[in-house]
């Protein structure tokens, strides 16, 4: 009987001790819960302000881009004419690509007065030339060599308008060209051969007559400058 009683008791303390330190590890456990989700709280809370700020850095430096690479509009490029800025307008308005564009400000803007610096001799007009390569020296071009043959390229594409305008500004343009310059060498010949192909095109119209006119002389002039520059490449 002593016995028995020895062993109930001796259950109970185990289960006792049993249950405390079951509740010991579930206090253990829960504390390490709520540890867990107070972190996950903080690094939640932490992304969201990186999120936050971050599209406020990318929104502002997205509008503050936008500012800086601000469309102009025609009336801007005018203005600056006015300003007497006109190598500035040229080198933006061929970069913005649009044929409209150039033509109507090619049309305020007088070639042989753009490019009366353009050119230390014209082809030929220098007997003390020490250029080798038969190419005359350029100097003092209002434009770079990657524009100006930009602007050749957008004169002499889709030529069902302003003739005599893309004609006065190529007979002035294609003297100035360097097709040594390393940064158009590659591309030059293509394109000045596109342009002579387009211009041949519409080669039926100065027949007769109408080959006499000043257009007339202009376009043939061109052809010429295109056909001796590109037999040489």
């Known amino acids: 009987m002593d016995l028995m009683r020895v062993a109930v008791n001796t259950m ?39 999120d936050r700020s971050g599209r406020s850095s990318a929104g502002g430096a997205a509008n503050s881009a936008a500012k800086k690479t601000k469309k102009r509009t025609r009336e801007d490029w005018e203005k600056m004419l006015e300003e007497g800025k006109h190598s500035e307008v040229i080198t933006g308005v061929v970069s913005e690509k649009n044929l ?74 294609l003297p100035a060209v360097d097709v040594n310059d390393a940064g158009i060498k590659q591309h030059v010949g293509p394109i000045l051969k596109s342009v002579l192909g387009n ?22 002039r061109v052809c010429f400058m295109l056909n001796s520059m590109v037999s040489d490449l």
Not at 21 to 44: G, S
Not at 136 to 164: F, H, M, S, T, W
Not at 203 to 220: H, I, N, Q, V, W
């Open 100 to 173: 409209e564009l150039t033509l109507r400000i090619c049309k305020l803007i007088d070639p042989k007065k753009f490019f009366s610096n353009s050119l230390n001799w014209l082809p030929g007009s220098n007997p003390n030339s020490n250029n080798n390569n038969g190419h005359e020296e350029k100097q003092n071009l209002p434009i770079r060599q990657d524009i100006l043959l930009a602007l050749i390229q957008q004169l002499g594409y889709d030529l069902r308008g302003e003739v005599e305008v893309r004609m006065e500004w190529m007979d002035e343009a």
């Open 199 to 220: 211009l041949k095109e519409i080669g039926g119209k100065y027949t007769g007559k109408a080959g006499a006119s000043m257009e007339g002389r202009l376009y043939k």
């Open 12 to 50: 109970v303390d185990i289960s006792s001790n049993l249950s405390r330190n079951i509740e010991r590890q579930l206090v253990a456990f829960k504390d390490d819960l709520n540890e867990m989700e107070k972190t996950a709280l903080q690094h939640n809370d932490r992304d969201k302000k990186e």
